[in-house]
């Protein structure tokens, strides 16, 4: 009996484990640069993008063990529907979207200072073409516009009565677009203009109409069960994305991106 009451004494007074919680955050397999990068389902080392890094560093500020995982994205939003991941990167709002996920809210609605970066959408299209947007309509295009499958910027084109073309990344759109297989590329800004700065043979017949189409916040989601299980949890990672967003650190990061696509 003394032993046993000894044993359960230095249990209690002995230093506890900590279990480190272990989530997975998941991202599509198509470039945003320079938040994900490369058309891959692979997570580079040296350069995997802003997003990621900010993942890391997460880690470290809320100690957590982070696995990420990249896929098609109509798969990465499936399975936050269903809390096989916990976290998806990076997602525009649209409220069909909520069924799947949550994203940072503030009062019940979307809280935009939460955000981690914005992006915008440009118009691509052949050098001798007489494709143009002006702000408020589309002239010139012919036959499809591609788009990445299952983007935002998609519903966006549909409004304006254009048939899409949705393809696995920007880059095979612009590809197809110099091969003349579509009239026009609906692409991100960002990676429109590194693909264009990393294929000659890309920027010696495409060029980026001036006026952009869109341009709107992107957000971390979290699962509802994950914010379920752990709602405080839930708020920390929502607010120490925000915060890593504006850290002169991080910010100074992005110069290391920018060199990628020779810009100064």
Request: with cysteine.
């Amino acid at each position: 009996m003394k032993l046993f009451l000894l044993s359960v004494f230095l249990f209690i007074i002995a230093p506890q484990s900590y279990c480190t919680e272990t989530l997975i955050f998941s991202a599509e397999s198509a470039q945003l640069f320079p938040a994900i990068m490369g058309n891959t389902t692979k997570v580079s080392d040296s350069y995997p993008g802003m997003a990621i890094e900010a993942l890391r560093i997460l880690e470290k500020k809320l100690d957590l063990k982070i696995i990420i995982k990249r896929k098609p994205w109509k798969r990465v939003l499936a399975d936050l529907e269903t809390d096989k991941t916990q976290g998806v990167f990076l997602s525009s709002y649209k409220e069909t979207r909520k069924r799947f996920g949550q994203y940072p809210e503030k009062n019940g609605k979307l809280d935009p200072s939460r955000r981690f970066t914005t992006f915008s959408y440009a118009l691509y299209k052949l050098k001798d073409s007489s494709v143009n947007f002006d702000g408020k309509k589309f002239t010139g295009i012919i036959g499809k516009v591609g788009a990445p499958l299952g983007f935002s910027i998609i519903d966006v084109l549909l409004k304006y009565g254009l048939k899409v073309d949705e393809g696995k990344s920007s880059f095979f759109d612009l590809k197809k677009l110099a091969l003349g297989k579509l009239s026009a590329v609906a692409a991100k800004y960002n990676d429109g203009e590194y693909y264009l700065s990393q294929n000659s043979d890309l920027r010696d017949k495409i060029e980026r109409v001036k006026t952009l189409i869109v341009t709107k916040p992107y957000y971390f989601m979290l699962s509802h069960q994950f914010i379920e299980r752990n709602p405080v949890l839930a708020e920390k990672i929502f607010d120490t994305i925000a915060a890593i967003r504006e850290d002169p650190a991080f910010k100074n990061r992005r110069k290391a991106y920018d060199k990628l696509r020779g810009k100064k």
